[in-house]
């Protein structure tokens, strides 16, 4: 089945920094979603993004789908953009396929 | 357009009871997946459902089962229930056919088990 990989597993940056994060999958896939966990468990959704670039506010990604990677940008940190950012991409039949994901902490 | 809910948010049971989940979709959305998430094994699938039909089903032991109404909401089961069923449980909606599959999350359940 499809592997995913995040990359880093743990990031700590001072408020105001900018970061990327890194997905890597093994197979072609038709959906690649971008989610932020907060420190109570729920899951935000960031991108859909199966290719291309998007942009929202201080995030944004861009996935190379022929490369089979995709990447999220955090542009000046703040302390409420602490917590866990997971990889999803569609697996076969009917489920995501999800990272390890890479869990962010912003300094004050 | 309200959001995914699933009730209840809290639950804390003793081992070998059972427990039911409730999850409610966006309105419009058909598929309905659950997740486990614990912090030793990451997010696991369970099952998913549309239309009222499981079209897929995660490697968990029977002691896991669910179903899917007329009006998309789902419910999970649980039965005799084990020290490492503790976690947060997440349900997911999305339209389910098509191409168009971003899935969106409920708040989840925490179920502490004793």
């Known amino acids: 089945g499809i592997q995913v990989e995040q990359s880093p597993p743990d990031l700590i940056l001072q408020e105001g920094a900018n970061s990327t994060l890194r997905c890597n999958f093994s197979d072609s896939v038709n959906n690649l979603q971008w989610f932020h966990q907060n420190p109570w468990g729920q899951l935000i959704n960031l991108f859909y993004i199966p290719s291309g670039t998007k942009q929202n506010g201080r995030l944004s990604a861009t996935t190379v789908a022929t490369e089979r990677y995709s990447l999220l940008y955090i542009s000046s940190s703040q302390t409420t953009d602490s917590g866990v950012y997971f990889c999803a991409v569609d697996g076969s039949n009917y489920q995501l396929i999800w990272g390890a994901g890479t869990k962010l902490i912003i300094k004050p | 357009k309200a959001g995914v809910t699933q009730t209840p948010r809290y639950l804390i049971k003793t081992r070998g009871q059972q427990v039911t989940l409730s999850c409610s979709p966006i309105?419009?959305?058909?598929?309905v997946s659950w997740y486990q998430q614990t912090p030793g094994q990451g997010l696991q699938f369970l099952f998913e459902?549309?239309?009222?039909?499981?079209?897929n089903k995660g490697n968990f032991p029977g002691r896991f089962s669910g179903r899917q109404f007329s009006n998309s909401r789902s419910e999970m089961n649980v039965s005799t229930l084990e020290l490492g069923d503790s976690a947060l449980y997440l349900c997911?909606?999305?339209f389910g056919s098509g191409d168009f599959n971003e899935q969106f999350f409920g708040p989840g359940t925490r179920l502490t088990v004793l």
């Open positions: 309105s419009g959305h058909r598929s």
């Open positions: 459902y549309f239309s009222e039909t499981q079209r």
């Open positions: 997911a909606s999305s």
